[in-house]
């Protein structure tokens, strides 16, 4: 399916409906089949020993394939995550920005499914593999 919603469009729909948590998160790249965002780490996205907390890898990889799916069938606010299962396998470097890598694998007229990769920025080793499912309301 083609891109319908580009980068711009999908911040300013970030900005609009998440207004609480859309400047930490920024849309890296489009491509026809993939979208990668970005997590500007803070402090408050930190858990003790100084790592990124996997409530916040959650939220990263969920608003990457929430966007990722809305790049494809415009903007549906209310398109919600059924079923989410998270991996994490190593720590994230500290004092680096995560980069969360999108892939449709179904994007039907109810369900779409996808994995997310999340990465720290300059690191080819994931630290987290999320597989979730989206449900899309009836147009």
């Known amino acids: 399916m083609a891109v319908v919603m580009g980068r711009d ?3 300013a729909f970030l900005a609009q409906e998440f207004p609480q948590v859309a400047a930490d998160f920024a849309v890296e790249e489009l491509r026809e089949d993939a979208l990668v965002m970005r997590l500007k780490v803070a402090e408050r996205h930190l858990r003790p020993g ?3 907390s996997g409530p916040t890898m959650f939220a990263l990889a969920d608003v990457a394939i929430y966007l ?3 790049s494809r069938i415009g903007p549906v ?6 079923n989410c299962s998270i991996d994490f396998m ?3 470097e500290a004092g680096r920005d995560l980069l969360a890598e999108v892939r449709l694998l179904k ?4 369900l779409a499914v996808g994995d997310v990769l999340i990465r720290s920025e300059g690191s080819p080793d994931p630290v987290a ?3 979730l499912t989206y449900a899309i309301p009836p147009r």
Request: glycine share 12%; proline share 4%; charged share 20%.
């Open 107 to 110: 994007l039907g007229r109810v």
């Open 68 to 70: 990722a799916i809305l």
């Open 50 to 52: 100084g790592t990124v």
């Open 9 to 11: 469009a999908l911040e």
């Open 129 to 131: 593999r999320a597989g």
């Open 77 to 82: 606010a209310l398109a919600v995550t059924t």
């Open 90 to 92: 190593r720590k994230p």
